[in-house]
């Protein structure tokens, strides 16, 4: 979004260098676009309900991050939330409705309200937040700094 194609070039690496301490391999050669996730956001919304959202979230960045497809594409999202346990004809009955889409947009404008303005943003206990990809160093001091207040 407004980056140069050097800067994006740049920041792909930061993201593979990051995920490599961590051992996690982004494949960023696999990269071409910048997805639309509203629809996977509704799917994770139904998959919260049905007590498997981290299983999916987790399923659909190995499917972005690892395989590069399309992370908003309905043949996608139903296969992986097939992959997960949950029902492949109420995943896509969810994707082609408009079903939770009030409430996704409710979050995002809490979150906008909130100051989150980047991805990803982690909130540690409803009152700390981190914005952007940061190196591990970040969240260990923030995390070091929030124990040592409570």
């Known amino acids: 979004y407004g980056s140069t194609k050097a800067q994006s070039e740049q920041n792909k690496e930061t993201i593979r260098v990051r995920g490599e301490e961590v051992g996690f391999t982004f494949r ?8 639309n996730t509203f629809d996977t956001h509704r799917l ?45 004809a109420r995943a896509r009955d969810v994707l082609t409705s408009n079903a939770y889409a ?15 303005n980047a991805v990803p943003s982690l909130v540690i ?18 995390l070091r700094k929030i124990a040592a207040a409570s």
């Open 102 to 116: 009030e409430d996704v947009r409710q979050k995002q404008q809490f979150y906008h309200r909130q100051g989150i």
């Open 28 to 35: 960023m050669d696999r990269w071409t676009h910048i997805y």
């Open 44 to 88: 994770l919304h139904w998959a919260d309900i049905e007590g498997r959202q981290l299983e999916l979230k987790h399923a659909l960045f190995e499917v972005h991050f690892i395989d590069g497809e399309n992370p908003g594409d309905h043949d996608v999202l139903v296969r992986t939330a097939q992959q997960v346990g949950l029902d492949p």
């Open 125 to 142: 206990n409803d009152e700390h937040l981190i914005q952007g990809g940061q190196p591990v160093e970040v969240f260990e001091q923030a």
